[in-house]
């Protein structure tokens, strides 16, 4: 097997698995989700191209009783993969809010919806009668392009099919390239480059083979050169299917990478919140129950549960004011300094302190008063309230029983 083969079948993996990876979103997800289900499948079906690709598949095909079977179901799969595809960029660039002048990628949008499904049509037949009726298919190939170059019924078969792909390419590079230049998101900037590189890849690649192939049959080229050419031009189409399929997925990576976040935040918001909620059960919507029943309440989204335990213990915090003295933030503040020498963790560990020993009054049964003296940290969006709120937590979590009751009588003194 060579470097060429072995790549042929990571990429084709590679496909298959963002395929697989996307096709629950695409198929049973909100509005926004099944809008992608035309991307999911130009997925599938470059996957399926590309395992016909391969030597085991395409050696088995190409020798079955429908010689170089392997190639038709490559290209007619292929087909469907770029409609596909077409078909998405009409989904996303092809609607604009009502009123003023239509912008340009709308336009040329709206122009690729009325000709993409008949030009694949028309692809599809041409590419089957050229197949049984033209090209000479007496002995089975192995690489179809350099094993028929110089015919010209492969050569014009092959032409319709690069006609439609790079047509295809050149559409998917100029939307995808102003796109690029309007995403404000770093990872959607990045993305969308990556898949306007696979573009002009594809361009250039479509281009070159149809000039080759025109010019053989002209003049026959030597098989070393012409085995050379397809192969160094299957190496520039691994690495745009490879660009395609990681740029297309770098928005969905930042999305799950956000999702591991949240459960993360979830992880080590939980303890803290729970003993809150116990001291305050009015206050949540439903009782405090255990992590894993809580990370499993599939009925509400990640993103507001995190939110709602922000909100429920900033108001805890809020009640437990009224139960403690303002010398509680003096003396939370003084043993957090001598345990933490780093500004960021003193502050963090004297929350953390002031919270478990004004819990610790409560139960104790002291009586609601005035509301005591309490530093609220200002944060910028809901992300830095809840970032600092799992410092906190991560603190709460290591502070002893003993600790607590040393900080909370060192508060009580001056108040007595």
């Known amino acids: 097997m060579t470097a060429l083969d072995l790549a042929g079948y990571l990429i084709a993996g590679l496909m298959t698995a963002v395929a697989l990876w996307r096709m629950p979103a695409a198929l049973w997800g909100d509005e926004e989700d099944k809008r992608r289900r035309a991307l999911w499948g130009c997925y599938a079906g470059f996957a399926a191209a590309l395992w016909t690709k391969t030597q085991v598949v395409r050696t088995g095909l190409n020798n079955s009783p429908v010689v170089d079977l392997a190639v038709l179901i490559k290209h ?16 996303i660039y092809g609607h604009f809010p009502e009123g003023g002048p239509v912008p340009r990628h709308v336009r040329f949008a709206r122009l690729v919806q009325q000709v993409a499904a008949k030009a694949s049509v028309v692809t599809l037949v041409l590419l089957t009668v050229l197949f049984f009726t033209v090209v000479d298919r007496s002995v089975p190939a192995d690489r179809f392009v350099a094993e028929h170059a110089g015919q010209w019924g492969a050569t014009l078969y092959m032409s319709v099919f690069y006609l439609y792909l790079g047509a295809a390419s050149a559409v998917c590079a100029y939307q995808w390239a102003l ?17 306007t590189f696979a573009m002009f890849i594809g361009v250039f690649y479509t281009l070159s083979r149809t000039l080759f192939l025109w010019i053989s049959v002209i003049d026959q080229p030597s098989e070393g050169f012409a085995l ?16 395609f399929a990681l740029g297309a997925s770098l928005p969905a990576f930042s999305k799950g990478w956000r999702r591991a976040r949240l459960w993360r935040a979830q992880v080590n918001l939980h303890p803290l919140w729970r003993e809150l909620m116990t001291a305050f059960p009015d206050q949540p919507f439903a009782p405090p129950a255990s992590l894993a ?20 213990i900033a108001d ?14 003096t003396a939370a503040k003084e043993a957090a300094a001598g345990e933490a020498a780093d500004p960021g963790k003193a502050d963090a560990l004297a929350d953390a302190y002031w919270i478990k020993a004004a819990l610790a009054a409560k139960a104790d049964g002291a009586a609601a008063g005035k509301a005591a003296a309490f530093e609220t940290k200002p944060a910028t969006d809901q992300d830095g309230e ?10 709460y979590k290591g502070i002893p029983e003993q600790r607590t009751r040393l900080v909370l009588g060192a508060a009580l003194e001056p108040a007595a």
Not at 179 to 195: C, E, F, P, S
Not at 316 to 329: I, M, N, T
């Open 316 to 329: 805890a915090v809020e009640k437990l004011r009224h139960y403690v003295p303002d010398s509680l933030l």
């Open 228 to 243: 050379a050419f397809d192969e160094a031009t299957e190496a520039a189409q691994v690495v745009l299917f490879a660009f």
């Open 386 to 395: 809840v970032a600092w709120l799992v410092r906190v937590a991560a603190a």
């Open 293 to 312: 029943r809580e990370l499993t309440r599939f009925d509400t989204p990640a993103d507001l549960r995190v939110d709602r335990w922000a909100a429920d």
């Open 179 to 195: 796109a690029t230049a309007d995403a404000k998101l770093l990872h959607l900037r990045v993305g969308l480059g990556m898949m």
């Open 76 to 91: 007619y799969t292929s087909t469907i993969a770029i409609l596909a595809i077409l078909s998405y960029i009409v989904a």
